[in-house]
């Protein structure tokens, strides 16, 4: 069955950098588009950041445009989030998902927090 599984997230400082990782398996990686999100404490899941399959096509939500880049390894059936500059809002748990997962799947996610 689908399994994504986060990992990368830690405490920084404001204008740090982490990387995110996300292991997928159950599923043919390569054929769906990859998208990560976030959730605020006491905040809705927001879409951060989606990826085509070929890894040519990325969105980014405007508040980590310039900060934040996708990308993915077909080969390792792996997707990434590269954070720079990170700030504060930024703090929350990080999911990836895609259409392969069935609905209301989520995995546990990452805990991302930025202190000021």
């Known amino acids: 069955q689908v399994q994504l599984v986060e990992s990368g997230g830690a405490l920084v400082q404001s204008g740090g950098s982490l990387r995110l990782s996300c292991a997928a398996s159950g599923f043919t990686f390569s054929r769906y588009p990859m998208r990560w999100y976030r959730q605020g404490e006491g905040k809705e899941r927001e879409l951060v950041a989606a990826i085509s399959t070929a890894g040519s096509g990325t969105t980014f939500l405007d508040s980590v445009k310039g900060r934040f880049t996708i990308s993915r390894d077909n080969a390792k059936n792996t997707v990434y989030l590269q954070m720079n500059r990170l700030k504060p809002e930024d703090t929350g748990v990080y999911y990836c998902?895609?259409?392969?997962?069935?609905?209301?799947?989520w995995g546990q996610g990452t805990q991302v927090s930025v202190s000021s």
């Open positions: 998902n895609c259409n392969a997962a069935p609905a209301g799947y």
